[in-house]
Every structure is written in C-alpha cells, then in structure tokens.
C-alpha cells in the first residue's frame, strides 16, 4: 500500500462578532468531512499569500468583503484519505454580513457552545 496521500493547504477565518461569538458554517453533505461544521475558508491556490486567499473564499462563501486577517494558528493533520496544512487567520476587518452564498448554514456561536459542535479531527485544536 502506497504512502503516498494527497495534500492540501486551507485557509480558515476566525470571525468575532461585537458579543465575542464565532462564525462557523456547515459543509456540504457531498464533501470531505460533509456534515460537520468549520471555520470559514477554503483551498489556498498555488502561489496565493494566506490573507488574499482567506479575502477571495470568505468573498465567495460568505459575502464578505475586503476581509483582513493574521496568523493565528497552524495545524497539520493527516485524515486516512488525505494530508491537509490548515492555516487559521484571525479576521480583523471586513464588509457586509456573513451569510451562506452557497446554501450552508451559517452561524454566530458563543464560545462556551463550540464544544457542542461537531467539527472536522483538524479542526479540533
């Protein structure tokens, strides 16, 4: 059997709103890890800085514009299927309001709540 798994690299937001609470949305049933839910993000593209490729996926999933962010954490994981790099970026600015262009539920989540959801294994530091 072959080591060899694919691997990605994913941006994900961390997003407060003015009552501390986090923003998290469900994956689609139909994909890797459907059904739980995530910090907003997605694939980083080939060669894209983190901070551009955070602005351009919570543009497209969520609405949001002209997002800023830092480093908050990294996280390395390897699913049976797959090896993902997973780089959290605290947002610090942004325009409109966060909502699921895609059809996924989107949710304002007090912290003491997170551990009631069900996330993806990388997700859970």
Known sequence: MS???PEIVVVAAIIRDRENRLCLSRRPEHKHQ????EFPGGKVEEGEPLEQALARELDEELGMQGARSRPF????HRYPDLRV??????????????????GQPVEWVPLQELSSRQFPAANQP
């Open 73 to 76: 954490m990294t996280v390395r």
């Open 3 to 5: 080591e060899f798994l």
């Open 85 to 102: 790099t997973l780089h959290f970026r605290e947002v610090t600015a942004y325009t409109g309001e966060p909502h699921g262009r895609e």
């Open 34 to 37: 459907g059904g739980l839910w």
